[in-house]
């Protein structure tokens, strides 16, 4: 938002707020003074909740890097940190769940994009088969829990029902 729109917005509030019945009774002058009075503080109201939005946007990579850990952890998993001298690009974090489900993450600061060697390593792990993800924020971090929750909840209900449809042993047969 532009400084311009803010006191366009402001302004018809301060307006609104000195023709209230509230205020009916007081001259043009005194309107005019409680107008400005009220314009600016609604300004530096709205610019102080502007700051703080970007604020709140703005997650750096640390802080996304040790939530996932935290999380995947949580899972019953291990979140890798993986580096290597020959091979650069590789994302950052290589994420082990339970049941084989693995996927690799590269973390950014809010708003950062991989870099071309990172993006081509990614898809070369795609092309293996591998699940990767970038993650830059909150939000993205949080779709990749779902993500994996919901695949983890696939696998045991795949798995009870291929238990269920085993054929019954007899007690006299040996189990191989």
Not at 58 to 84: D, F, H, N, P, Q
Request: glycine share 6%; proline share 2%.
């Amino acid at each position: 938002m532009t400084r311009k729109e803010l006191y366009y917005i402001c302004h018809d509030e301060a307006v609104a707020y000195a023709n209230s019945e509230h205020w009916s009774k007081n001259t043009g002058e005194e309107k005019s003074f409680l107008i400005q009075g009220y314009l600016d503080a609604m300004m530096k109201m709205r610019k102080s909740e502007i700051t703080e939005d970007k604020k709140k946007k703005e997650e750096s990579e640390k802080t996304l890097e040790a939530r996932l850990v935290r999380e995947i952890e949580a899972r019953g998993g291990m979140a890798l940190k993986y580096t290597s001298q020959f091979h650069r690009g590789i994302p950052d974090r290589i994420c082990l769940l339970p049941g084989g489900l693995s996927v690799f993450v590269e973390l950014k600061s809010t708003g950062q994009k991989p870099t071309k060697l990172q993006d081509h390593a990614m898809k070369q792990l795609e092309k293996l088969g591998f699940s990767t993800r970038v993650i830059d924020s909150t939000e993205s971090l949080d779709r990749l829990l779902w993500i994996l929750d919901s695949a983890e909840k696939l696998r045991k209900i795949i798995h009870s029902q291929h238990l269920r449809d085993l054929p019954k042993t007899d007690k006299n047969t040996t189990k191989i």
